[in-house]
Every structure is written in structure tokens, then in C-alpha cells.
């Protein structure tokens, strides 16, 4: 051993290890008995890898700019009973949105699936979807290809506690060849605790079968404004030459932490189009990995994050290119306000045999105060040598020759900024295929930044 | 004429500390079409944007009467609605928001600001369709975002399309014919002269003499590092296209 060694410093706390209420919360779960064997023993591998490693913290390299270990270790966030009859006709108000396309929708309340708010009655032809869990008493093992994609023993030690605590999700499957039009929602509501925090963990897994198309939306509200914690994982299998859209939208209130894991692998020739949009929460941290698994695989990772006064986003994404000619499209774009901060770390991995890889990525923000902060870090990996690949980051204010385009046709001051504002948002709206979702979220940023109605008959951002 | 739409006197402009416009005086009344020829870098542009209260030149002195008012005291929008439109001599993309939408949205703008009543949905798309057919604009043109991957000649045109749905009282072109081929240019030409009318003033401000062979003007004025330094009738664009600006030059002019 030399000298060195002997004196060199601690290395810094990377993690910290859950605090004892967490135990506590687990060895209630692990007790529990009707889960089937495997489930249990998963659950329990989960909670050690947990343990061992812990949450992390600021020194992690991945966790730079969201420390949360600082979040999770303040105070324990608690597992929250199914909520009662009233909670439940609060929820079911807070749960309209979804209700209002008509389409088989999940609903979890706190984390546990509440069918009475979901609907899943004379779903559309080639579509089987229920929760993850129930579905397992009619002897269907959906369970089985659980943690193939978010790995409990990953650096992302969330994906652990997830597994570990999960109490329920959707389980959506689309059979080959099955075109699905409707739009498929899982909505989300925390109702709040009294007096304390909680935590749901939702699980959700999609299969989307060789050659079909599909559209799925996961919505995360919350019901007041108490702060609660969501750390969601959804695994999403795309077979060969399938279409599958998936939206996370997070409508959370302002004192809500929000930590996700979207993990993706995609066949060959299959399309995916998946949608960050972050709206809500004091603390967002999203994690999307995509697998490009086979040959002519295409990915869109569209990303958008809106924060003001003190909310945090961060993004981490990573494009991992397998196979050869895959192509991805990222474009991720932040509207920030206040002393909001956030980060966008996006990684594209071309492996040796990826030739021919087109990759695009870029990471826009609008910076409408002087005291916000945006990052962006994209990392570049590529290994094979006939590719194509490019990367950008802008931070720019709102272009004052547009504002003066549009003062000149008689568009007041405000109005204009706020049209100008709405217009950065409606581009990353634009690359929703048009649905229902994507509609509503245009009336929404419009109205949030102008404070109209947009009006019928003409498109307020065109196209 | 006694009380002209615009009055410039003695205008000075300076962009970055450097004077751009040197002295302009100029005089336009309702229903003539005055065209302002001159070389690049000469202040054309600079003059369009102070008259329509671009922000990143500071009059250093003079003033501007418009219909009666102090023009330069006036906010963009406020300019607008009071009439005065400029079109751009290189037109903003806005990704983002709608043509259609942005028009509407600007003339119920204007409209409120004047007192009148909105135009309902129904209604601005008929006149819509009226002016798209004016210019030979497409459906696929106006349904896309503001001048959104447009080529230089359809922005062109999109300008003259917004000058004709918001029926300005005083028009200033800058440079719409550059750009444009033959046709569109004749079809630019023939949308500006519908708007023709003993209303309506308009600056037509161009490089090349061509545009003045289909949107014929009363006056011709020459301007020249920052100053009008020769107006005649419409005989003095083939003039300037004959011998070029160089005559003009005010060192050349000095030096005679
Ligand atoms: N924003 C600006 N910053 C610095 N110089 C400018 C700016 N705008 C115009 N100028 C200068 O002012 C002069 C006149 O420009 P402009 O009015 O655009 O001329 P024209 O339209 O006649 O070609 C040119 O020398 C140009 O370089
Ligand atoms: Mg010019």
C-alpha cells in the first residue's frame, strides 16, 4: 500500500442511504402478503440495491444540478392509504381532462388504481390494458418483462426504489398489426396528505406490437397545492415496425418533487415519439432512455419544460444507437421566468455497429428574467465512423425584431410578448401528431400567456 | 399643400452614435404615391423604420407630423392603428404563430383601438379569401406560421396580403420588389395598385427603377447619405436609371 493511498481523501458521499423510515415503509410492503413470489423477491433485491448504494446526491455526476438526496432524506415521504369516497369525488373533478377525449383511460389516486374513475369498458379493438397488478390474479404474467428495461441495479438508483415500492400501474398492450386512433391516458392525481407528505411510485409497462399504432399519455396532477413526491417508471417496448407516441404530461402542483425514468427499446424499423412536457413541480427530474435495438429504428424526443419562480427541471436523456441505420430527433425546449433553474444533459451513444446513424439534438431555452438559469450538456459518444450527427444549445430572450413585426401591424406591447412567448411553446406542441392532447395544450399555454381564448376558425400557431 | 398626411422636417437619426439620416424634409398627402430611389446604405430603410417606430434608432432632431399628431411620441401598435404600415424589406419568420391568427389578431387590434367593432371569424376569413385572390396567395401560404419557411418572393407578397387586410392610410414599402421575379413582381405591382385611392398615401422606397414602371408615382425623391438631395416627378427614376446615383453623390454634387 503506498503512501498515497494511505493519505489520500474520502471520496465524496456520491449517495447517502435511506433513512430509517424508508426501512420501516419497505418492511410493511415486505410482509405484505397476495404478491406473487417473484414480484416479492424482485421488490426485495430492489430495496437492498437501495440500500447499498442509496440516494443520490450533488457529487454524483449525473446528479450535479439536483441533489436528491437533499429532497428525499428532508423528511421521509409516506405510502398513503387508498383514499376514501369523498377524496375520491374531489379526484375524479381533478381527473376530467382525460375523461373529456372519451378513450380507455387508467386513473391512480395516490398510487393505487382506482377503477371507478377509469375506464376500460369496450376498449378499442386489438388493445388490453389494465393494472399492472390486478392483472396478474386472471394468471396472465404480465409481470414478466418487468425491470428488463429500468434496471434495479443501474447507477439510476430511483428505477430501485420504484421496484421497491411501486403499489400499482398500467399495464397497456397493443396486438400486432392493431391501428389504434384513440388516445390512451393514464391519469395520475395525488390528493395530498394531511400533515404529511407522500409518495406514489407508479409502474407502468407498454407493449406495442409488430406493425401496430398507438398513442399513449400519462398525466400527472395534483388535487391542492401540499407538496408530495412522484418517482414514476414506465418501460415501453416498441416491436418491429411499430408507432407509438407516448406523452408524459406534468401538471403537478408547484411544492410537488417529481422524479421519473421513461426506458425505451425499439425493433427494427419501429417508430417512437416521445414527449417530455413539465410544467408543474418545485422539482422535476426526468430521466429518458431509448435503446435503438434494430436496424432503420426511428426516435423523436420532444421535450418541453416551463418553469418560473423557484422551480427546478431537469432533463437527463440518452439516445443509445445499437443498430445501424437508426435516426433520432431531439429537440428539447425551455420557457423559463423568476429564478428558475434548469438542466438538460442529453447523451447520444452510436455503438460501433450504429453505421450510418443520424442524430439531431438541441436543447433551446427562453430566458424571460434576468435572475433564471438554463444548463446544457450535451455528450456526445460515437463509435461507429459513418454517421451523422449534430448538437446544439441556444439561450436567447425574446427577438426583438419579431416584437417590433408584430407592434408594426398594430399588436400591442404585451400582447406580442406574450404571442412570442406562446409561439416558442407551440413549436414543441407542434410535434405532438394531432390529437386531442395536443389541442388542449395549445388552448392551454395560450390562454395562460395571453389570457384569451384562442379563437376558433384560425389556428393560433398555425400549421 | 396645406396639411399634408405626413410631414417630416428637418429629420435626424442615428443609430450606435453614427448619424444615418442627416436632415430630411418631406411632404405627403393623401392620395399620392411618392417613391424614395437611392443606394444602398444611403438611409432608406433607416427612414422607414423611424417613421414606423422601430426603436434601435434615436431621432437626434426634427419632428414628424401624421395626420395631425406627433408622430415619433407614438408606440408601434399606436402608429398601426392610426393607419401607418410598413412593409418590411426583409420580413420576419415567427414559428410559432399563425397567419391568420396573427392577422386577425392585429386588425380586432387596431379595430379596438379606433373604436370599431371586431370582425367575427366569418367574417375575416371572407375578406381573407378576397385579398388572398387579389395576390394569388394559396390557402397552404396563409395557413402556415408567420412567413414560416416562406421563399423571399412569398414574404414579399405576404407583406402586400397584410397591407391589403389591414387597409392602412399611409403605406411605406420597403423594397418589396427586391426579390421578385418578373411575375410576382406585376403581381405585387397590381395588389398596391388596387389600394390606390385619394385616401391613401404611400411611400414606395426601391433600389432599381423597375417596381415605378408598374406602381407609377407622383414623386420621385433621391436620397443619398442621409439626405434628400434631388425630388422631381416620375421622369427622374429613368433618369437615375440611366445614369446611375453616382451624379448624385453629394462629394460628386459638392465637387460641380
Ligand atoms: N442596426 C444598425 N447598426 C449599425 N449600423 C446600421 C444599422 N442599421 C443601419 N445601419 C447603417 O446605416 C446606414 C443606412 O442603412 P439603411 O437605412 O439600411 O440603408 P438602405 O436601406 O438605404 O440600404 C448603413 O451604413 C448601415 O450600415
Ligand atoms: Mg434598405
Redesign the pocket.
Known amino acids: 500500500m503506498s503512501a498515497a493511498t494511505l493519505t489520500a481523501p474520502p471520496a465524496p458521499a456520491v449517495y447517502t442511504a435511506p433513512d430509517a423510515a424508508y426501512e420501516r415503509a419497505f418492511a410493511a410492503i415486505a410482509a405484505r402478503s397476495g404478491e406473487p413470489a417473484a414480484l416479492r423477491q424482485l421488490r426485495r433485491s430492489a430495496f437492498a440495491q437501495l440500500q447499498q448504494r442509496g440516494f443520490p446526491t450533488s457529487k454524483h455526476e449525473e446528479y450535479r444540478q439536483t441533489n436528491l438526496a437533499a429532497v428525499l432524506q428532508r423528511s421521509a415521504f409516506a405510502l398513503p392509504e387508498r383514499p376514501g369516497a369523498a377524496t375520491l369525488r374531489e379526484a375524479e373533478r381533478a381527473a376530467q381532462p382525460g375523461a373529456a377525449f372519451g378513450g380507455p383511460q387508467l386513473t391512480f389516486v395516490d398510487g393505487h388504481f382506482t377503477p371507478e374513475l377509469s375506464r376500460l369498458k369496450s376498449l378499442p379493438a386489438g388493445v388490453r390494458a389494465g393494472a399492472l397488478l390486478a392483472a396478474n390474479d386472471a394468471g396472465d404474467d404480465r409481470l414478466a418483462p418487468l425491470g428488463e428495461l429500468a434496471d434495479i441495479g443501474g447507477e439510476n438508483t430511483m428505477v430501485a426504489f420504484n421496484t421497491a415500492f411501486f403499489g400499482d400501474g398500467a399495464w397497456i398492450e397493443i396486438a400486432p398489426g392493431a391501428q389504434v386512433d384513440a388516445q390512451i391516458e393514464i391519469v395520475h392525481v395525488a390528493t395530498g396528505g394531511a400533515g404529511v407528505a407522500t409518495m406514489a411510485h407508479p409502474r407502468h409497462l407498454i407493449l406495442a406490437g409488430r406493425g401496430s399504432r398507438a398513442k399513449v399519455v400519462e398525466t400527472y396532477l395534483s388535487l391542492n397545492g401540499a407538496a408530495h413526491l412522484t418517482n414514476a417508471v414506465t418501460e415501453i417496448f416498441v416491436a418491429e415496425n411499430a408507432e407509438l407516441e407516448h406523452a408524459r404530461l406534468q401538471q403537478e402542483n408547484t411544492a410537488a418533487y417529481h422524479i421519473s425514468a421513461v426506458h425505451s427499446r425499439q425493433a427494427a424499423d419501429s417508430r417512437l415519439r416521445l414527449h417530455a412536457l413539465t410544467f408543474g413541480g418545485a422539482l422535476t427530474r426526468n430521466d429518458v432512455v431509448t435503446v435503438l435495438h434494430g436496424p432503420g429504428a426511428e426516435a423523436l424526443l420532444n421535450g418541453l419544460y416551463v418553469a418560473e419562480g423557484r422551480q427546478h427541471v431537469d432533463n437527463h436523456t440518452v439516445l443509445d444507437h445499437a443498430e445501424p441505420r437508426g435516426a433520432s430527433r431531439e429537440y428539447y425546449r425551455g420557457i423559463l421566468d423568476g429564478q428558475a433553474t434548469t438542466a438538460f444533459r442529453g447523451r447520444i451513444l452510436v455503438r460501433p455497429d450504429a453505421q450510418h446513424t443520424d442524430a439531431v439534438q438541441s436543447d433551446k431555452n427562453l430566458l424571460l428574467s434576468s435572475d433564471c438559469t438554463a444548463n446544457a450538456d450535451p455528450q456526445l459518444e460515437i463509435r461507429a465512423d459513418d454517421v451523422r450527427c449534430t448538437h446544439g444549445a441556444t439561450f436567447g430572450q425574446i427577438d426583438e425584431e419579431a416584437l417590433f413585426y408584430l407592434r408594426s401591424r398594430g399588436v400591442g406591447a404585451e400582447m406580442a410578448r406574450h404571442l412570442l412567448i406562446f409561439a416558442f411553446a407551440a413549436e414543441a406542441l407542434g410535434r405532438l401528431n394531432p390529437s386531442p392532447l395536443r389541442t388542449r395544450l395549445e388552448t392551454e399555454l395560450f390562454s395562460r400567456w395571453t389570457g384569451l381564448t384562442p379563437p376558433e376558425g384560425a389556428e393560433a400557431s398555425g400549421g | 399643400m396645406a396639411n399634408p398626411l405626413l410631414k417630416i422636417e428637418d429629420l435626424h437619426a442615428a443609430?450606435?452614435g453614427?448619424e444615418?439620416l442627416r436632415g430630411i424634409d418631406l411632404a405627403v398627402g393623401a392620395g399620392e404615391v411618392h417613391a424614395i430611389m437611392?443606394?444602398?446604405?444611403?438611409?432608406?430603410?433607416?427612414?422607414a423604420?423611424v417613421l414606423a417606430g422601430r426603436d434601435?434608432y434615436e431621432v437626434t432632431a426634427g419632428r414628424v407630423t401624421y395626420a395631425g399628431q406627433d408622430l415619433l411620441e407614438m408606440a408601434p401598435e399606436d402608429r398601426a392603428s392610426a393607419g401607418v404600415f410598413l412593409a418590411f424589406?426583409y420580413p420576419v419568420e415567427i414559428p410559432g404563430v399563425g397567419n391568420l391568427y396573427f392577422l386577425r389578431a392585429a386588425l380586432n387590434a387596431q379595430r379596438r383601438q379606433r373604436g370599431e367593432e371586431e370582425l367575427d371569424a366569418a367574417d375575416f376569413l371572407q375578406l381573407a379569401k378576397k385579398r388572398m385572390k387579389l395576390l394569388e396567395m394559396d390557402d397552404t401560404l396563409t395557413r402556415r406560421a408567420v412567413n414560416e419557411g416562406f421563399s423571399g418572393g412569398e414574404k414579399k407578397r405576404n407583406e402586400i396580403f397584410q397591407m391589403a387586410m389591414l387597409e392602412p392610410k399611409l403605406a411605406i414599402l420597403?423594397?418589396t420588389d427586391s426579390g421578385l421575379d418578373i411575375d410576382a413582381l406585376k403581381i405585387v405591382a397590381q395588389g398596391v395598385n388596387a389600394l390606390r385611392d385619394a385616401q391613401r398615401a404611400m411611400l414606395v422606397?426601391t433600389h432599381y427603377q423597375r417596381l415605378l414602371n408598374y406602381i407609377v408615382p407622383d414623386y420621385v425623391h433621391v436620397?443619398s447619405a442621409g439626405r434628400i438631395v434631388k425630388s422631381g416627378g416620375k421622369e427622374l427614376a429613368l433618369e437615375l436609371e440611366e445614369k446611375g446615383y453616382g451624379w448624385l453623390e453629394p462629394e460628386a454634387a459638392a465637387a460641380v
Do not use: F, H, M, R
Open positions: 443609430v450606435q453614427k444615418i437611392g443606394p444602398n446604405g444611403s438611409g432608406k430603410s433607416t427612414l423604420g434601435s424589406q420597403d423594397e422606397i436620397l
